[in-house]
Antibody, heavy 118, light 105 residues
């Protein structure tokens, strides 16, 4: 059974860093894209990062480029999202999702909540 | 960025047929996918590549379209289908529609 479990969320002050983790099981982690998607309270879904299977290429939207860094450790079956210089508008539930070759997200974790507030 | 436009909300009675639309600001070929999200839960994949039913999803759900206009159809609607439905394109950097909230009368 494919499982993705996020952790690391919490309450942080503006300007602080935070690192999220995504533990994967039930599939060959090293063969799949890993994505991070967030959802602000009461709002829609926003893609925030993607990393290719071997971790050599990463992609971000302009809203987080230069502040967020996605990585994956294929030996540990774990993905990460390092978030720096957090802003109040980064407050959201953060989901990790397995990416399929055609670009859809077949499996999602349950999410971890990040709150940025003073 | 490719902008996806969805109608904000629909209300239907159980047993009826409902269509949820998604219009892209540019052609995305058939690289359009649909998700269901129930309150307090993560999204789940319903349809990929415009018309392919994800494994385990009831055959009441179907998708169609290409280019800029896409439709998710639920026929017949059941009470458990109360949720928000999102479209997502993968022609370029992923973007999602704002979601269509489906309520049952």
């Amino acid at each position: 059974e494919v499982q993705l479990v996020e952790s690391g969320g919490g309450l942080v002050q503006p300007g602080s860093p935070l690192k999220l983790s995504c533990a994967a099981s039930g599939f060959t982690f090293s063969s799949n894209w890993l994505n991070w998607i967030r959802q602000a309270p009461g709002k829609g879904l926003e893609w925030v990062a993607s990393i290719n299977p071997d971790g050599s290429s990463t992609y971000y939207p302009d809203t987080v480029k230069g502040r967020f860094v996605v990585s994956k450790d294929n030996a540990k079956n774990t993905g990460y999202l390092q978030m720096n210089n957090l802003r109040s508008e980064d407050t959201a539930m953060y989901y990790c999702a397995r990416g399929e070759p055609g670009g859809w997200f077949a499996y999602w974790g349950q999410g971890t909540l990040v709150t940025v507030s003073s | 960025d490719t902008v996806l436009t969805q109608s904000p909300a629909l209300a239907v009675s159980p047993g009826e047929r409902v269509t949820i639309s998604c219009r892209a600001s540019e052609s995305v070929s058939t690289l359009m996918h649909w998700y269901q999200q129930k309150p307090g839960q993560q999204p789940t994949l319903l349809i990929y590549l415009a018309s392919n039913l994800e494994s385990g999803v009831p055959a009441r759900f179907s998708g169609s379209g290409s280019g800029t206009d896409f439709t998710l159809t639920i026929d017949p609607v059941e009470a458990d289908d109360t949720a928000t439905y999102y479209c997502q394109q993968s022609w370029n950097d992923p973007t999602f529609g704002a979601g269509t909230k489906l309520e049952l009368k």
